[in-house]
C-alpha cells in the first residue's frame, strides 16, 4: 500500500526467482502512485558507496591523528 504522491526509497537487495536483482517494493504496481521511486539497481547503491569512502577515509584520518 502506497499513498498517491509518496517518496519511495527502495534499499532493499533481493533475487528474483530468475536470480535477477530486484527490491522490496512492487515496483510495477506502485510506480504510478509515487511522485518519485528509485530503482533497484541503479538507485541508491552510488549513494551507499560514497558515504562507504566517505567514512572509511575519516576513520583513516582518526586513526593516523591526521
Known amino acids: 500500500m502506497v499513498k498517491e504522491g509518496a517518496v519511495v526509497i527502495?534499499?532493499?537487495?533481493?533475487?528474483?526467482?530468475?536470480?535477477?536483482?530486484c527490491?522490496?517494493?512492487d515496483f510495477e504496481n506502485v510506480k504510478d502512485k509515487c511522485s518519485f521511486i528509485t530503482p533497484v539497481p541503479g538507485g541508491v547503491g552510488?549513494?551507499?558507496?560514497?558515504t562507504l569512502m566517505k567514512n572509511t577515509l575519516k576513520a583513516?584520518?582518526?586513526q593516523n591523528n591526521i
Not at 11 to 21: A, H
Not at 46 to 50: G, H, L, R
Open 10 to 21: 527502495d534499499v532493499g537487495m533481493d533475487r528474483d526467482e530468475n536470480g535477477k536483482l
Open 23 to 25: 527490491g522490496d517494493v
Open 46 to 50: 552510488p549513494m551507499t558507496i560514497s
Open 60 to 62: 583513516c584520518k582518526i
